[in-house]
């Protein structure tokens, strides 16, 4: 059984910020890519950031590019979210996914087990 869990949200001020951490259990982490979406109150869950398989590559939402790194260590079966210089409009919960294989994507169709989420509050 493949079990997903987030830890390191929290309260932060505008311009702070927070390191988001995604624990993966199961086999062969390293043949599926991982990503990160977030989901604010009345709006649909949105892409934030991607890696593949391998940690290579990398891709980012708009919004996010410059502010927010994900990254992960396969040793560790962990994917993290560095971020940076927050704003009021990152407030979301945060989830993280598995990929259905190690090419990356942006839709929640391309994932197929997602963490319970962590909320991420940003003060302005």
């Known amino acids: 059984q493949v079990q997903l869990v987030e830890s390191g949200g929290g309260l932060v001020q505008a311009g702070g910020s927070l390191r988001l951490s995604c624990v993966v259990s199961?086999?062969?982490?390293?043949?599926?890519?991982m990503g990160w979406f977030r989901q604010a109150p009345g709006k649909e869950r949105e892409f934030v950031a991607v890696?593949?398989?391998?940690?290579?590559?990398?891709y980012y939402a708009d919004s996010v590019k410059g502010r927010l790194t994900i990254s992960r260590d396969n040793a560790k079966n962990t994917v993290y979210l560095q971020m940076n210089s927050l704003k009021s409009e990152d407030t979301a919960v945060y989830y993280c996914?598995?990929?259905?294989?190690?090419?990356?994507?942006?839709?929640?169709?391309?994932?197929?087990?997602w963490g319970q989420g962590t909320q991420v509050t940003v003060s302005s």
């Open positions: 890696v593949t398989g391998n940690g290579g590559s990398t």
């Open positions: 199961g086999r062969s982490f390293s043949s599926y890519a």
């Open positions: 996914a598995r990929g259905r294989s190690v090419i990356p994507g942006a839709s929640t169709n391309q994932y197929d087990y």
